[in-house]
């Protein structure tokens, strides 16, 4: 797991709170993923990063803003959440993520969120 | 769409005994199937992964997959079961976002083995 790391690993706030969660991977890989892992819910994936570009947004509220200033690290800035929003945040990384890769996907630990 | 699914919420197995935990996927194209394991309060650790090639595929800490095409399943196994693997699994498939241009997990709901001593 020391592949990717993710801080913190647990976060507590108030519904009117900024916090940001961060991810980094030592793995040199060139594609990032935030997911989404909620009680009684698949893992949704939310965001992706190709070479620090967004190439996905799931259908995700305008309070989660992810942020990739270079491949080896990734943001996810929080707003105004919802008590709904707690959750576990994965990040993970993978070598690319092209048509013809078959690239695994190594997650880091998570961020265990909880919205008061 | 690709899609996997975990038809079992819980295998109970005892220590020592073999254990699989199930996975069918429904693709089109060639499937590039994987299997995680999460440990508590930890995030997703890969296990293994099929692409193409041997039906049987070899993974970490013992764990092996089958992948049957006639049957489109892919179920871990493990021949002698320990306390410590107690864990959710999860079965995924490789989907490709063409619109993005990027490959995304498609997950099934897990399954949590328990091994009892």
């Known amino acids: 797991e020391t592949g990717v790391t993710q801080t913190p690993r647990h976060l507590v706030m108030g519904m009117t709170n900024k916090k940001s969660l961060k991810c980094e991977q030592h793995?040199?890989?060139?594609?990032m993923y935030w997911y989404k892992q909620s009680a009684k819910k698949p893992l949704e994936l939310m965001f992706v990063?190709?070479?620090?570009?967004?190439?996905e947004n799931n259908s995700v509220p305008s309070r989660f803003s992810p942020e990739c200033p270079n491949s080896s690290h990734l943001f996810l800035h929080l707003h105004t959440l919802q008590p709904e929003d707690s959750a576990l945040y994965l990040c993970?990384?993978?070598?690319?993520?092209?048509?013809?890769?078959?690239?695994?996907?190594?997650f880091g630990p998570g961020t265990r969120l909880t919205v008061l | 769409a690709q899609s996997v699914a975990q038809p079992e919420d819980q295998v109970n197995v005892a220590e020592g005994n073999p254990l699989t935990v199930k996975c069918t996927y429904s693709?089109?194209?060639?499937?590039?199937l994987f299997w995680y394991v999460q440990y508590p309060n930890r995030g997703l650790q890969f296990l293994l992964k099929?692409?193409?090639?041997?039906?049987l595929v070899k993974g970490s800490y013992g764990f092996e997959a089958e992948f049957n095409k006639s049957q489109t399943s892919f179920h871990l196994k493990k021949p002698s079961a320990l306390v410590s693997d107690s864990a959710l699994y999860f079965c995924?498939?490789?989907?490709?976002?063409?619109?993005?241009?990027?490959?995304?997990?498609?997950f099934g709901a897990g399954t949590r083995l328990a091994v009892h001593p």
């Open positions: 993970a990384s993978s070598q690319a993520t092209y048509r013809s890769s078959t690239d695994t996907q190594y």
């Open positions: 793995l040199g890989h060139n594609a």
């Open positions: 990063y190709n070479f620090k570009e967004q190439t």
């Open positions: 693709v089109s194209g060639n499937p590039y």
């Open positions: 099929y692409i193409t090639g041997d039906n």
């Open positions: 995924a498939v490789r989907d490709y976002v063409g619109a993005g241009g990027y490959n995304k997990l498609i």
